[in-house]
Nanobody
Framework: QMQLVESGGGLVLAGGSLRLSCVAS????????IGWFRQGPGEEREEISC??????????YYADSVKGRFTVSRDNDKNTVFLEMNNLKSEDTGVYRC?????????????????WGRGTRVTVSA
């Protein structure tokens, strides 16, 4: 079964950093665009970043809310996408999920039947 598993979440003080990982199992991430979403308490789900299968600088997207603080990268040999989060703020608190879509660019329209991970929780304490 094709799966994505996120890890790296936790409790951090405001101004701190975390690095999230999204690992694919039972499929190769090559040729997949990977997106990161988050959902804070009582909030709508928000797309915060994506990276296409090339992973070069021209093929990434960041929401304004995280631009300049978060960096997405990928290592196809390790079948992993990373989200480096710096200067974290209390409003970054939420569940972070990654998703994968075959052969699309970044940004893209995400679909319910794309591959979705279950998420990792990030809590930023002020």
């Amino acid at each position: 079964q094709m799966q994505l598993v996120e890890s790296g979440g936790g409790l951090v003080l405001a101004g701190g950093s975390l690095r999230l990982s999204c690992v694919a199992s039972s499929f190769s991430m090559e040729h997949y665009v990977i997106g990161w979403f988050r959902q804070g308490p009582g909030e709508e789900r928000e797309e915060i970043s994506c990276i296409d299968d090339n992973g070069n600088d021209a093929s990434v997207y960041y929401a304004d809310s995280v631009k300049g603080r978060f960096t997405v990268s990928r290592d196809n040999d390790k079948n992993t996408v990373f989200l480096e989060m710096n200067n974290l703020k209390s409003e970054d608190t939420g569940v972070y999920r990654c998703t994968a879509a075959w052969n699309r660019g970044c940004p893209t329209t995400w679909l319910a039947n794309d591959i979705w991970g279950r998420g990792t929780r990030v809590t930023v304490s002020a």
